[in-house]
């Protein structure tokens, strides 16, 4: 039984430092207080959580000059830095952060109303990324640890870093998918200034420290406050080499057009998707109709690999719709630490209004809420609704919900629905549920072209975490996998010499004294 005391908000967690140059520095300005939509109250009353510094354009700019300094235009401790020596820091911050698990999981419930086990596992999630993350570079160093000799030239080979990174994250995987940014950056030796999202940002608290103390100064600097007004500045600058964002294609566009040098500007987005579900008419009902909840319905719908649409053939559709809504009215909705809890509260505090707009465009164009419990609304929750049937002209077939609404689409022939996902501005995923192989075979070799991950008989996810997580067109710009990210935050760079014996002289000396952290074959066990 989940002790809801145990996570009681006790006292409040004042945020009174960001970090900048090594160093915890007090915030003596303007705060912003951190509410929870869940209430600790009887009547409802969304609940205070604590204060972070609401920073201003010459805080943000004084952070940035310390990121800048670190990196030196390359020429700084860290990016010059042995493989191993940070890897050594990063070690030392994972053992630090595994320690604060507890706070960091409270805050996930109460900041953003993930559930219990959601973020307990997105924490272990994150930490597991971190070693695997140490582990690929090790590997990518071993790979590198040698020369490779062409048409008489000589070259040693490896990654170096791109310079200062932006990086900024989601408000759905505070934890998780901003550290999917924020690690392979510093490990590959770049510096980095990190805005935590607007909801999750208190759980973060418990892990400054952590940075502080195993990264050399400057390296890691966190500030707070709003986009605009911090990250925008800081763009303008145009000392940034590399925006690393998760979040809406918006504030994506919004911010590369701050940047006065566009194509000295590194992108690596994660973005927004619409990923449809597809149900041929011979797919095994009883399971996609539980990927399909789990799909649509899994934190609330608040993924971007989340099932937005589904798409079910004609044949099958009354089945699946009657046998779907009432799957759906049987999950369970209370606060995060409940027992069984598979909705919980909204962290946006105008999202059941935004949710309930949704609902009533589709009913006047025609569709029908098809379960009992579709739409009741709360001051913190809209209970998901699942509409049918869904035409092209409705919101709710156009924009990203980004929460619990399931519109549902029929068709009587694919090729409709592959020309729908072709005219997409998306393109990250698709569940194909079916089993005839004459019917399975053509449709992945149309949607592999569509979207970046084809599921079989199952719901949409990121994870692993070692497989290339990326989309086309405004779904993402690069690809996060542990293997891809290292990639995506570094260029390749070399050292090459003719093959005569002065060089190879210079050569052979250069790795026997291990002066140079670049030039050496030292194989990193």
């Known amino acids: 039984m989940s002790n809801s005391h145990n996570f009681q908000i006790e006292n409040l967690l004042h945020q009174e430092t960001y970090l900048s140059n090594g160093k915890l520095i007090k915030w003596n300005a303007k705060k912003d207080e951190v509410y929870s939509t869940i209430s600790s109250t009887q009547e409802y009353q969304p609940t205070l959580l604590g204060t972070v510094p609401h920073m201003d354009k010459k805080a943000a700019l004084e952070v940035l000059d310390s990121a800048c300094e670190a990196y030196g235009k390359g020429q700084g401790k860290w990016p010059t830095m042995k493989v191993s020596q940070r890897i050594e820091c990063m070690e030392a911050f994972v053992e630090k952060m595994k320690v604060r698990r507890e706070e960091v999981v409270k805050y996930l419930m109460w900041e953003i109303g993930k559930s219990l086990p959601d973020s307990r596992k997105e924490f272990d999630r994150t930490v597991e990324y971190i070693y695997d993350t140490i582990e690929d570079y090790k590997q990518l160093d071993r790979d590198s640890a040698k020369f490779t000799k062409r048409d008489g030239v000589y070259a040693h080979i490896r990654r170096g ?8 994250g989601p408000y759905n995987y505070p934890l998780n998918e901003t550290f999917a940014l924020l690690i392979p950056a510093l490990i590959m030796g770049n510096t980095v200034v990190f805005k ?8 973060l608290s418990p892990l400054l420290e952590a940075f502080q103390t195993s990264f050399p100064k400057g390296v890691v600097n966190v500030i707070y406050g709003r986009g605009r007004e911090v990250a925008a500045p800081i763009m303008q600058t145009g000392r940034i080499d590399v925006l690393a964002l998760i ?11 701050q940047h006065p040098y566009k194509n000295r500007l590194r992108l690596v987005l994660g973005l927004e998707a619409k990923n449809p579900a597809i149900i041929l008419p011979d797919a095994d009902l009883d399971l996609a109709i539980e990927e399909c ?12 690999t989340a099932l937005k649409i589904i798409y079910v053939h004609e044949d099958i559709r009354e089945e699946f719709n009657k046998r779907f809504t009432q799957q759906v009215d049987k999950l369970k909705f209370g606060n995060p ?7 919980t509260p909204l962290p946006e505090p105008n999202k059941p209004k935004y949710i309930q707009e949704l609902i ?3 009913k006047e164009k025609g569709a029908s809420v098809l379960n009992e419990k579709g739409g009741k609304i709360t001051d913190n929750f809209i209970y998901p ?3 049918y049937p869904v035409t092209k002209e409705m919101r709710v077939y156009k924009e990203e919900q980004f929460g619990p609404v399931i519109p549902i689409k029929p068709f009587k022939n694919i090729v409709e629905i592959l020309d729908e996902m072709a005219d997409s501005n998306y393109g990250q995923q698709v569940s194909l549920f079916g089993n005839d192989i004459s019917e399975i075979a053509p449709l992945i070799d149309t949607l592999v072209n569509l979207v970046c991950r084809v599921n079989l008989n199952s719901s949409c996810q990121r994870g692993p975490d070692v497989f290339p997580f990326t989309g086309r067109k405004d779904s993402a710009v690069g690809t996060l996998s542990v293997h891809d990210a290292l990639r995506s935050f570094s260029i390749r760079t070399f050292v090459a010499s003719k093959d005569n014996e002065h060089n190879n002289e210079i050569l052979k000396k250069l790795l026997e004294s291990k002066t140079s952290n670049f030039v050496s074959t030292d194989y990193i066990l």
Not at 293 to 304: D, W
Not at 337 to 343: A, F, G, H, I, S
Request: aromatic letters at 4%; hydrophobic letters at 45%; one cysteine or more.
């Open 161 to 168: 870093p791109l310079g200062v990174v932006l990086c900024l």
């Open 196 to 203: 935590p999202a607007k909801h999750g940002v208190l759980l």
């Open 247 to 257: 979040g809406n294609s918006t504030s994506a566009i919004a911010l590369q057009d």
């Open 293 to 304: 909840i789990s799909g649509t319905l899994s934190f609330n719908g608040q993924r971007c």
């Open 337 to 343: 630490w409940e027992d069984n809890v598979k909705l």
């Open 360 to 362: 009533e465009d589709a």
């Open 385 to 387: 609704a699942v509409l």
